[in-house]
């Protein structure tokens, strides 16, 4: 079972920058795929991206193309979250999330490992 932890939210300008981290312990980093969701007040948790467990495939949905990079360190047991130009629709508490290693899944019922999330809040 791998335990998940993330760091790195906090309150920032729009047009700023933040990289989140999500570190792993009590499994093997590299079995699980990681994907990153994001749930704002009042509205469901979304997928935001994710990537394979050999670091070679990384997906994000339409929305956050270009501003967001996950990327992962096996090595470290850690993946992150740089996300880039931070707008008001950016404000949510993000989550990292672990699932099964062949597959890159959207849906938040498909990961059984979760984070606590941390909370990034976007002002002007």
């Known amino acids: 079972q791998v335990r998940l932890v993330e760091s790195g939210g906090g309150l920032v300008r729009t047009g700023g920058s933040l990289r989140l981290s999500c570190r792993a312990s009590?499994?093997?980093?590299?079995?699980?795929?990681v994907a990153w969701f994001r749930q704002a007040p009042g509205k469901e948790r979304e997928f935001v991206g994710g990537?394979?467990?050999?670091?070679?495939?990384?997906e994000y949905v339409d929305s956050v193309k270009g501003r967001f990079t996950i990327s992962r360190e096996n090595a470290k047991s850690t993946a992150y979250l740089q996300i880039m130009t931070l707008n008001s629709e950016d404000t949510a508490v993000y989550y990292c999330a672990a699932g099964t290693k062949y597959i890159l899944y959207r849906w938040p019922s498909e990961y059984p490992y979760w984070g606590q999330g941390t909370q990034v809040t976007v002002s002007s």
């Open positions: 009590g499994a093997t980093f590299s079995s699980y795929t």
């Open positions: 990537i394979s467990w050999s670091d070679t495939i990384a």
